[in-house]
């Protein structure tokens, strides 16, 4: 496996994730599909909160989104769905203990009142989803815990606001004989790039996430990929197409890569408008022909 993307072909472009045409107006995120590709959840933002939403694929055309059965309360983020479909994780403020409140939070450098994460886990069951429970302390070591993804080992990985430093960092929790570990940074996470909102291979190949590292320009996140073997990852390189976006997400068939973005392809240069006012969405590129799909 070469340690970056090369198409077979011509590089191709993104184009606007199909739901969101079928859902109408709003900000979306995070779409997380069960494995036959047909219900997706996501986040919807609405007045600094976010709630979990569901969508069925129905005829060609998704669904209106409804509420998610365990979301709808509090500020519940970023869903990520395990491979198999049999649990999901998400990130939220809900409080540690029923009757609680909702849990402050820390990132972009500062305290956040009531916008704290920690990860919940909540499992299939039948048709529907049970009761989300919040994972224990040895992953939720602080109340800033966002942006999850699930590999067929059971490991986690997420974003985590270092104790000391205060930065944010891509970290990684293993699941090890019924228990997780504590977290620690990826070995590609040195405490001064900032990385976050990862989307790893089932198993555990490869990963993509945002990053704010050379050679992305200032302000902007771009998307990054590094290779592992054995969970030893490589120097990450930029995603060719080079890509503007955050909140990745892989389709089941690893055949498609969502992300979240106002401008996937803006170039920098003095033609560029960054303060032009676009709105954010989910936005969709293929990666059939990639070799990545041979590993």
Not at 251 to 271: A, E, G, H, I, W
Request: charged share 20%; with cysteine.
């Amino acid at each position: 496996m070469c340690g970056s993307l090369a198409a077979a072909a011509s590089a191709p472009e993104p184009t606007v994730f199909s739901g969101e045409t079928d859902w109408g107006t709003g900000s979306n995120a995070a779409p997380a599909f069960t494995p036959d590709g047909k219900t997706v959840f996501f986040v919807h933002w609405h007045d600094q909160g976010g709630t979990i939403m569901v969508s069925h694929l129905r005829g060609g055309t998704w669904s209106k989104p409804e509420t998610a059965a365990f979301s709808g309360q509090w500020r519940d983020i970023e869903p990520a769905m395990a491979p198999d479909g049999s649990y999901l994780v998400f990130s939220s403020n809900r409080p540690a203990v029923e009757g609680g409140k909702a849990i402050d939070g820390f990132y972009l450098g500062k305290t956040q009142p009531e916008r704290g994460g920690n990860l919940w886990r909540v499992d299939r069951t039948g048709d529907g989803w049970g009761k989300p429970l919040r994972l224990p302390d040895e992953v939720n070591s602080n109340n800033a815990i966002y942006s999850p993804s699930v590999a067929r080992s059971g490991n986690l990985y997420f974003n985590q606001s270092d104790p000391i430093s205060k930065k944010e960092r891509l970290c990684w929790s293993q699941w090890i004989g019924g228990h997780y570990t504590a977290p620690e940074p990826v070995s590609f996470d040195d405490g001064e790039t900032r990385n976050f909102t990862a989307a790893v291979a089932p198993d555990e190949s490869f990963i993509l996430f945002s990053g704010h590292r050379p050679p992305s320009p200032d302000h902007h996140a771009v998307v990054f990929v590094a290779f592992a073997d054995n969970h030893k990852w490589k120097t990450p390189v930029p995603f060719q197409p080079y890509l503007y976006g955050e909140q990745e997400r892989l389709s089941p068939d690893l055949k498609t890569l969502y992300f979240v973005s106002d401008r996937p392809r803006l170039d920098p240069t003095p033609n560029a408008n960054p303060g032009e006012n676009v709105p954010q969405k989910i936005w969709q590129i293929s990666l059939e022909g990639w070799d990545v799909l041979g590993k």
